[in-house]
Every structure is written in C-alpha cells, then in structure tokens.
C-alpha cells in the first residue's frame, strides 16, 4: 500500500479543559469543559491530512495501557494507518494534561514522560517508509527519525520536520529536511537570532528548500530561494491554541502535496489552523477541506481595508 | 450482611500530579510523578476504615464510563462492599486533577461535574443504611443523605457528618448528626466565626454531640459536653495533603467504633492523616493499623521537650 504521507514521531494522549482564570496554588477550580483527544506533533498532523482528503500513515511507539488503546483507536476513527506503530507490553504513553484559560485560550501543559522505550531503527518497516510521497518527523525517536529520513533522501522522498523537541542529532536532521517548519521560540533557541528573517536564512543554509517560521497570533514567514514572505494569521475567536502548529504542518503538507505555490499553502495552512483554535483540543476543531474554502469564502467577502481576515 | 460503617456520598477519578513549581499560564512543565487514584470524601473515608480492618459499604451514583469502572475496581481492591451503588447509563463521573508542589505539598485542584442525576432517596437500600453502626455523609447527594440520617436517627445508628459542599439543605443535615468534622474553611464560612472554639460552640448548639474542626498542619479541634481541646498536627515530610481531612474523617470513626475516648481518638487520626500526607495520592499512603501503631510509638520516643512529635 502507498500513502501520500507517512510520520514518525510521538503519540500523546491529552486531557484537556478550559478554566475560567489562571488559579493560584492551592485553590479547586471546576472546569467549564473538558475532552480527551489524541495528540502529538506528527500525529495531529497526520489527522489533519486525513482529514482534509489525503493517506497517510503512522510510525511510533505506544504503551499497551489505556492511554494507548485511546490512542490508536484515535488513529483508526481518522482514517491513519497504524501498521508501522510498535506496541510495548508494560508501558505506558505520553500523557498531557492541558489547561486553557477561558478568556485568552492561552493553555497551560503539564506532561509527563510515558514509559516506551526509544524506537530502534531496526522497528522500522522500510518498504512502508518508502511507500511515501513525503515523510513528516518530529525530532522525537531521533535515531529511527534519521535513518528514515536517509532512507527518504535517496529515493527523493520528500522530508517535512516540526522540531519539537531538540535533540543533540537536530541538525543532522535538519541537514537531511526539504521543508522545515518551526515555532517562533524554536527559531530564537537554535538560531540566537531575535530577528525571524534572520533564523530563516540561518536554517536556509543548512539545506532546506523551504524554511517557515509559525509566529502564532502573527501568522507565519516563509523563505525559499525565491525569497521571504509574511502571511498574517486569519482573526477568529481562540478557544484553545493546542495543536495549532501540528495541524499547520499537516496543511502545509496538503498544500505541497497538491503542488499550490507557497503563498497558498501559507494561507491554506494559516486558516486551518485558526479554525483549529475554535474548538477545544488539538484535533476536535480540524477542519475538513470543504469547511476551510468555506471559511476561505467567507473571509474574502469580509475582507476590509486593512487587509486583514475577519471571521464570526 | 451488617457492616460497622455505611457511607454515602459522591465519589470521583482522582489524577494525581507533582510538579516541580507551580507553573505560569501559557507553560509546558514536566510532572515528576503521576498517578490516578480513586477519590471523594466519604469514599476515601471508608478506605481508610477499610485499611484499619472495619467493615465498610459505599452507598452513591457513579457513571458506566472508565472513570466510574476504575472507581469500582478501587473499592473492590479495597474490600468496601458496593453492593447499594447505583450505576447510571451513559452518564460520566466526577473527575479531578490534582497537581502538588515539589516542596511544600500544596496542591491545586481542577475538577469536573459528572453527568450523573442526583440520587433519589427512592434508589436507597434502607436495609443496607440500618445494618450500619456508623452512617458517614459528606454532603453530597443531598436529598438521599437526609432521607437516610433520618431512618438512621430512628434506629439510633450514629450520624458522622463531613460538610464538603454547602447547600440549602446543610443546616437540617446538621441537626441530624451525632458527630461533625468540618474542615477550617467550612467552619468560618458557615458561622462567620474567626475563633474556631466560638465556631464549634455555634455547631454544638445545633445538636452534635461531638464537633471536630480540622486545621491542616495545625492538627485538629475538639468540642463535647466535657469541653474544648486541641491536638497538634504530628511533623512528617508532607508530598501532598489531597485527601487528609477525607483520611481523618475514617480513623476517627475508626476510633469511636473501638471506644476510645476524644483526646485518644483525635491523637491517633492526626497520626493516619499525617502518614496519608507522605505519599502522593488521597489513598496511596493510607497506612493499615499496624503501621500507625509503629508511627505512634516511634512518636513517643522522639518526643521533645516541646511536646511536639517528630517524625522521619
């Protein structure tokens, strides 16, 4: 079987619920709203590609307790494939438990570390790998992560990377990327360089033909060897940010998929994202392709002077 | 089946966190350790009879969800009979979690409303009520928790009341109890009274025999016919205090049941609710009999010209 999109990375299961302030040690605080979803970098991406109409497939480790029948069953009900995911007797999964604050949608995450063991290259099924137009990585399960991404290189398979975590092998992974997309405080930490253009000229020399940095609230920049370019982010009303850079790589990925140019992707990537951050969670507000040129309509009709997407 | 103790009350799915500050909002911070543990305060009040060795049946509603599954198995494990519990179709129970501070054990907790409907007096076992010696309510389930202190007034079987909510109802349910635990908070908000000697006098007029206040790390005050006295909290190296005054309300029934006189009975629920504090968790570190008998007796040994008991 071929998939459009094959990940690697980390599988989280998140509980999530919304307060209406910020409380204090010490304090009870009852949750207006509350939800458990699957998440993680790669994996939320992944739902959004299934989502939006494309295949994809799932590459990672998960305990065999609740938290990772949760988890695969999430992937199941989504359309992903599971068959390159390695189960561990005895172990447990990742867990996050996220707080948003009613008001800002600005969250709180505690997590703790599940008890799998690093994926071994050897785990890997490299026919599978191969199967892939594009292959999505995480920084996390470092070592499989590069020897997947070897295996990509040379056949041409395109390689997309969210360093979410930041490993000493990063930039032998970033050396190995096509297209890398990376949180604002990520540019800032690897770079030194407060200035984002900067960063992004500083990754652009590691290789990558695409660099992006998401800005959150601001949007996102792109650089390629045509240039650097900023996409304002689409002004909706925030319930919760979780997720919302997992599921811009999974629609920058649709974008290049569907062969767009970069400023549309951009654009694309930006509004389903923002329409993300309507619903509580990382998957619960991903839209499916029809919602997003709905809601791509509905902005442009809307669109004032200032150049700035509205949306109610 | 006749048992020393029947409670009822609400009971919930406690996750447990420790982190090692108490984070910002908009943070991602690792917990240091994690568990989930049943929780409730009539419900971890007859744990801990349970641990001691007296027999205990748990009287409430509970949804047919995980969390309502994961609250059975817990009593089950426990020995606290479940046999008046009601089981409410497609509804959630009430789910809390709570995250400690490395250093100083205070705790903040975020909790969710089950879906459960209130328990209806109608769905009582009054059989099961009038087999008890001691009837232990927390509040909670209001109507039903009335309607069983009266059939239990009639038969003469000892009302334990552990105000943790605060409807309209309270007063009555107060004039019904033999004796009243009130944490310190409830105490003040309830008789606008600062001094806890004037609170407990106000409790005392509405007709319990016996009233306790408990006062977190400062131990505990005691108020019958024969007076008013206090008992310091013993010393211990605290990882969180979710739960201590639930434990406390079970050693201290615990010590009426043997007979005990107030002053032996409070020193010795100071004691099971220290040994709770010194692990994560409402029931984690509930101790057996055996267990406070050694803590008592090292106790006594390290005792200090100050009076204060030490612990380590």
Redesign the interface.
């Known amino acids: 079987m071929r998939f459009n999109v094959v990940g690697l990375g980390c599988s989280a299961l998140d509980?999530l619920?919304v307060?209406p302030r910020?409380?204090?040690?010490?304090?009870?605080?009852?949750?207006l709203n509350?939800t458990r979803q699957g998440g993680g970098p790669v994996a939320t991406a992944l739902v959004t590609l299934s989502r939006l109409g494309s295949s994809t497939s799932y590459i990672g480790k998960v305990g065999d307790d609740?938290a990772g029948k949760f988890i695969l069953k999430e992937f199941e009900k989504e359309g992903v494939d599971t068959s390159g995911v390695v189960i561990e007797k005895g172990a447990s999964s990742l867990?996050a438990?996220c707080?948003a604050?009613k008001n800002?949608g600005?969250?709180?995450?505690?997590?703790?570390?599940g008890t799998c063991s690093e994926l071994d290259p050897k785990e890997l099924n490299k026919q599978l790998i191969l199967s892939a137009e594009f292959l999505h990585l995480d920084g996390h399960e470092i070592k499989a992560a590069i020897q997947a991404a070897k295996w990509a290189k040379r056949e041409k398979i395109k390689i997309v990377l969210d360093p979410d975590v930041n490993p000493p092998e990063m930039e032998e992974l970033i050396r190995l990327t096509d297209v890398l997309i990376v949180p604002s405080n990520f540019a800032r930490d690897f770079t030194k360089e407060e200035n984002y253009s900067k960063a992004a000229e500083k990754f652009f020399a590691f290789g990558p033909e695409v660099v992006v940095i998401t800005l959150g609230e601001k949007g996102c920049l792109c650089k390629s060897n045509k240039g650097v370019f900023t996409r304002p982010a689409f002004k909706v009303k925030v319930v919760d940010t979780t997720g919302a850079g997992d599921v811009f790589h999974g629609a920058f990925i649709y974008g290049l998929l569907r062969g767009w140019d970069l400023e549309k992707t951009a654009e694309f990537s930006n509004a389903v994202s923002a329409l993300k951050c309507m619903e509580l969670g990382g998957r619960a507000g991903i839209p499916t392709l029809k919602q997003v040129e709905e809601f791509l309509a509905s902005c442009v009709q809307n669109k004032g002077p200032s150049g700035l997407h509205r949306f109610k």
């Open positions: 509980y619920g307060v910020w409380p204090r040690l010490d304090e009870k605080i009852e949750m509350f609740e867990f438990f707080v604050e800002t600005k969250r709180t995450i505690f997590w703790r570390r």
